[in-house]
């Protein structure tokens, strides 16, 4: 089945490294996006792509980036790290018309100590 | 920009009652409403969506309201089963595409 594939799955580490999220697609999704999952607070657009030649910040974009190395792969890195950007990571993608469903991948679960 | 606002953070129902969960939205051009569950450990995934020229729509023991007017709309489960149990979202999004402005999530516990 397509699926939205998100590597590492689960990661630690200390305040001030250099992480970096990796998410990829078999769905032929043009659009994709990383959200940021924190309790109460929802799911928190970081970035979002609509091909590979666009990028564009979301709500929470501070201390994060991004890159589309390719239509099926957009990754998310923590240039140095923050115990507050310890949380849930997630990828979705979506097709280019407007049908608003997104596919989400099944999370990165980040500690930063 | 758009800000969307969930209620309540936590509901528990019995098995068999109905659980209402309500969102209120901040932009009057917002006109795509899903509804997203995440199940323990597992992605969020879409159940149910409203577009805004209707103002309800169900399936099977799920159903969603809008009222355009007063910037809100419900998601209601009937019958309520364990697993039901779950996070949802709420969410809008205007005509800029896919953007998505997520609720809070309300956790819904459903008791045997």
């Known amino acids: 089945d397509a699926d939205v594939t998100q590597t590492p799955r689960n990661r630690i580490t200390k305040t001030g490294k250099r992480i970096m999220l990796e998410c990829s697609q078999t769905?032929?999704?043009?659009?994709m996006y990383w959200y940021r999952q924190d309790p109460g607070l929802g799911l928190r657009l970081i970035y979002y792509s609509f091909d590979v030649k666009d990028i564009n910040k979301g709500e929470i974009s501070d201390g994060y980036s991004v890159s589309r190395q390719a239509q099926a792969k957009f990754s998310l890195s923590l240039e140095s790290a923050i115990p507050n950007q310890t949380a849930l990571y997630f990828c979705?993608?979506?097709?280019?018309?407007?049908?608003?469903?997104?596919?989400f991948g099944e999370g990165s679960r980040l500690t930063v100590l | 920009g758009e800000n969307v606002e969930q209620h309540p953070s936590t509901l528990s129902v019995q098995e068999g009652d109905s659980a209402v969960i309500k969102c209120t939205y901040s932009?009057?051009?917002?006109?795509?409403f899903p509804w997203y569950k995440q199940e323990l450990g597992k992605r969020p995934q879409l159940i149910i969506d409203i577009r805004s020229n209707v103002g309800e729509k169900k399936d099977q023991r799920i159903a969603v309201t809008l009222n355009k007017t007063a910037k809100h709309f419900s998601l209601h489960i009937t019958e309520t089963q364990p697993e039901d149990s779950a996070v949802y979202f709420c969410?809008?999004?205007?005509?800029?595409?896919?953007?998505?402005?997520f609720g809070g999530g309300t956790r819904l516990m459903v008791k045997p």
């Open positions: 932009d009057s051009a917002s006109n795509y």
């Open positions: 769905k032929g999704h043009d659009r």
């Open positions: 979705a993608t979506s097709g280019s018309g407007f049908t608003g469903e997104l596919f």
């Open positions: 969410a809008a999004s205007g005509n800029a595409g896919n953007m998505l402005t």
